[in-house]
């Protein structure tokens, strides 16, 4: 089904809204909507909801040969996927730019980040490693899917344990059922957090909104791009990526 | 029989969506539509019919496919399709969490998926699954385990009116003494069933009067 067009009077009267110095859920323009995390009964099963929307990240492990390149570690996979349940206009199959976005945030902030120690995830040098494979499903497109996305997979990678596995003296791998042995949680070094800011420059000055809702997005999109901001919470330094041509406002709401 | 929950309306941009467990597994469904449909799918006298579901984990594969014909067999009977002519109607399955019932929760969250939908039907309809212990005893609804352990696994889908079936699905051996047993014990299951949708779309439109 085709996107339902955004309308004039909805793009202006979100505008002038925002010159007004409110947003339409009533939200302080630094605020986030409200967060709840469900974990499923399997390990690595985790149902995040902000505000609206929803995504599903389920992780699951395999014992697999390691890479030649790099023997001694564990591999990650992460996939995402948009169906028509997301929104009436997706098309489950059909490769999207959203879908490439969102996976490009991901590996970034969960692969290049090495937030979680691969070596760990290591059973027999050059034999054999764990490959965690993350599926993220969008199940509901309210806006600010990047940030959704990123909270479901590091919560069900968190939440994921492992089976715990035997290495015997010839050599042969004996993976255990979770009822045998006590499975293995796995450990992320740092936390990626993602914060996804919209910008809406109006009459030469420039506004800053905490997630974005869908139609904020869609609207600002129409003006300008979204900053991506990632913090890694162990070594309390901030990474900007960002691509504003204007000169601006110095963000004064980061954590510290 | 294991404990049946379900919520509706839990996607704010499907025209209709039901969360529904079964025991341990549990079935998220959506449904959008009668709406717009490519030129070529459009059919000149009733609607497009269009069903996927989704595994939790790893790609849609030849299980995944069987399951989708199944319900689409199903929908497809009971959904008044002449009355919407060049239109077409999604209805997308994820699996959340399996423990062996996957159709049936599937099955049962698209009905009520489409009654929260308000798309128009002949009847409501349910699934029931039951399997064959060696021991010749039925169970229904049994558990991944139990599952394991038995000869024969059926799933008959049944309309809310007369409980006939309109689809079946089987695994195992199953004589005609045994299926017509399997049959008439989920047909007395299935009342439970329509009972619980009865009582979850109650309790939607029942909020609906509050807030109004």
Redo the contacts between chains.
């Keep these: 089904?085709?996107e339902v067009p955004l309308s004039t009077c909805e793009k202006t009267s979100i505008v002038s809204a925002i010159r007004a110095g409110q947003r339409y859920d009533n939200r302080e323009f630094l605020e986030v909507r409200d967060i709840s995390l469900n974990f499923?009964?399997?390990y690595g099963?985790c149902?995040v909801t902000l505000g609206?929307t929803?995504v599903?990240a389920?992780v699951?492990g395999e014992v697999v040969e390691p890479r030649p390149s790099r023997p001694n570690e564990g591999k990650i996979s992460i996939s995402v996927?948009l169906?028509?349940?997301?929104?009436?206009h997706f098309e489950?199959g059909r490769s999207n730019d959203l879908v490439d976005e969102l996976q490009q945030i991901l590996e970034r902030n969960i692969k290049e980040s090495r937030c979680l120690d691969l070596e760990s995830l290591c059973v027999l040098a050059e034999e054999s490693v764990w490959q965690l494979?993350v599926?993220v499903?969008v199940?509901?497109?309210?806006g600010n899917l990047g940030d959704a996305c990123n909270l479901a997979s590091v919560a069900a990678l968190r939440h994921f344990h492992r089976p715990d596995v035997t290495v015997e003296e010839d050599g042969r791998v004996t993976i255990h059922t979770l009822e045998e042995r006590e499975p293995i949680p796995t450990f992320m070094k740092k936390v990626p957090v993602c914060l996804t800011y919209a910008f809406f420059v109006v009459d030469d000055k420039c506004y800053m909104l905490m997630d974005p809702s869908e139609k904020e997005e869609r609207v600002s999109n129409y003006f300008y791009e979204l900053v991506k901001l990632w913090i890694k919470v162990k070594f309390g330094f901030m990474r900007f990526g960002w691509l504003l041509r204007q000169t601006l406002v110095p963000p004064t709401c980061l954590p510290s | 029989m294991s404990k049946h929950a379900c919520e509706l309306n839990f996607l704010s941009r499907s025209d209709g969506s039901a969360l529904y467990s079964i025991g341990n597994t549990v079935a998220l469904a959506s449904v959008n539509g009668p709406g717009e449909v490519k030129k070529f799918n459009r059919l000149y006298n009733r609607a497009y019919l269009e069903v996927s579901y989704s595994p939790s984990t790893g790609q849609s594969m030849i299980g995944e496919r069987a399951l989708e014909s199944v319900i689409t067999r199903t929908v497809e009977q009971v959904i008044l399709v002449h009355l919407h002519p060049r239109t077409a109607v999604n209805v997308t399955i994820q699996e959340m969490q399996s423990d062996g019932l996957e159709l049936s929760t599937s099955v049962n969250a698209a009905c009520l998926s489409l009654l929260d939908a308000g798309v128009q039907m002949k009847s409501t309809f349910a699934a029931v699954t039951c399997c064959l212990t060696p021991s010749s005893t039925i169970l229904i609804e049994p558990t991944a385990a139990e599952m394991k352990e038995s000869v024969a696994v059926a799933t008959f889908v049944l309309d809310g009116q007369a409980l006939n079936v309109l689809s079946a699905h089987q695994e195992g051996c199953l004589n005609a003494e045994n299926f017509n047993a399997c049959l008439k014990a989920c047909q007395t299951a299935a009342k439970d069933v329509f009972n619980f949708y009865r009582q979850a779309l109650e309790k939607k439109y029942h909020t609906c009067n509050e807030i109004s």
Excluded: E, I
């Excluded at chain 1, 169906?83 to 009436?88: G, K, N, R, T, Y």
């Excluded at chain 1, 199940?139 to 309210?142: F, V, Y």
């Design positions: 089904m085709k499923g009964k399997d099963s149902t609206q929803r599903l389920q699951t996927h169906s028509p349940m997301a929104a009436p489950s494979r599926d499903t199940l509901n497109h309210a």
